[in-house]
């Protein structure tokens, strides 16, 4: 009964802008799998979605979704989202998401053939999801986000694919929004340390933290006997996140978080200290974060996250996190 209560409670936040005490705007989005999965986005209230993991179209089937039937799914998220902004990431394949029929390569799959490495190995299949989500565009307001990058060379290379594919709808004289805005995920340390060495060639980024973890703490995600080692706290993570947040406020660009750690509560004023204004989460975590954003004052928050970041000491964080939420 009393979770009924908080829930209805929650519901009634749906249309409440995201802004803190001081006034502070804050973008809540949502991460969905499938076009389905829009409902419960707006159900609760997202202001756009932040993630769409287009690789899910490709899964548990034994044909690839060709350019008509991924421009139809991408064409029905963006018009059900109605003016709203939805990120549609470049399928995010490889590792533990393999198409049926491919078997993954090397003794460690996280580190192989995956997202971004496996789209530049297979460029007709690259292109033609650019294509669909540059067709997408014409419909409403569409970002593309490039996971996995690690080096100025491989955005160059994503980004020629990009302009190929625009070129090829414009000699067949299809529509597409020209001012569409190509991002890239920040998931590997290499990519979040010499982040400023990139960001000039980007619009927008989203911090993927579940791979960040997983590849700055040396973790397998999918590996549940080191799960408990997993930790979004450890002081080498929050350097890197803050980081990044940092210099893209730095540069003026867009950044985002659009890993687990935008739906957990217990972060969200921490993020909001390091500076962070945009998290994409499940729809169901939606209302909750927004109604910490509600009870926030980011005057207060930030002094408190400097002292954060320079303690090295686990128990102590601990203790200033539970005071932050207090
Ligand atoms: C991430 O790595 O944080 C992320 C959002 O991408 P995925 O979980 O799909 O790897
Ligand atoms: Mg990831």
């Given at each position: ?15 409440t ?26 159900e ?16 548990n ?34 590792a ?15 580190l192989g ?58 000699d ?5 929004d ?57 002081p ?63 005057r ?9 970041l320079?303690?090295?000491?686990p ?12």
């Amino acid at each position: 009964h009393q979770w009924e209560l908080e829930r209805k409670k929650l519901k009634r936040l749906r249309d409440t802008r995201a802004t803190t005490l001081d006034e502070v705007e804050v973008k809540l989005q949502a991460n969905i799998e499938l076009p389905d999965d829009i409902s419960g986005a707006r159900e609760n209230g997202a202001m756009g979605i932040g993630l769409f993991r287009t690789e899910f179209l490709f899964l548990n089937r034994d044909n690839l979704p060709g350019e008509d039937e991924q421009f139809e799914a991408y064409r029905q998220v963006v018009r059900d989202m109605d003016g709203l902004p939805v990120t549609i990431r470049t399928y995010d394949l490889g590792a533990d998401k393999q198409i049926n029929g491919a078997v993954s390569t090397g003794t460690n799959p996280a580190l192989g053939l995956r997202a971004i490495r496996l789209s530049l190995s297979e460029p007709q299949m690259f292109l033609a999801q650019l294509r669909a989500m540059l067709r997408a565009s014409h419909y409403g307001k569409l970002g593309i986000l490039i996971p996995m990058l690690m080096s100025m060379p491989e955005i160059s290379q994503a980004l020629n694919y990009v302009a190929l594919a625009k070129k090829s709808l414009e000699d067949r004289f299809i529509p597409f929004d020209r001012t569409v805005q190509v991002g890239g995920m920040i998931e590997i340390p290499a990519a979040a340390l010499a982040i400023n060495s990139f960001i000039d060639k980007l619009d927008f980024l989203s911090i993927g933290t579940n791979d960040l973890i997983q590849y700055t703490l040396a973790i397998d995600r999918t590996d549940d006997t080191v799960s408990h080692l997993y930790d979004p706290l450890h002081p080498a993570v929050l350097t890197l996140v803050s980081h990044v947040i940092k210099a893209c406020n730095k540069a003026g660009k867009p950044i985002a978080l659009c890993g687990e750690m935008a739906g957990d509560v217990q972060l969200t004023r921490l993020l909001l200290g390091f500076g962070l204004r945009q998290l994409s989460m499940h729809p169901a975590r939606l209302l909750e974060v927004k109604q910490r954003v509600l009870t926030s004052k980011v005057r207060d928050i930030v002094p408190q996250v400097g002292k954060m970041l320079r303690t090295g000491d686990p128990e102590k964080l601990r203790m200033m996190l539970a005071r932050l939420n207090d």
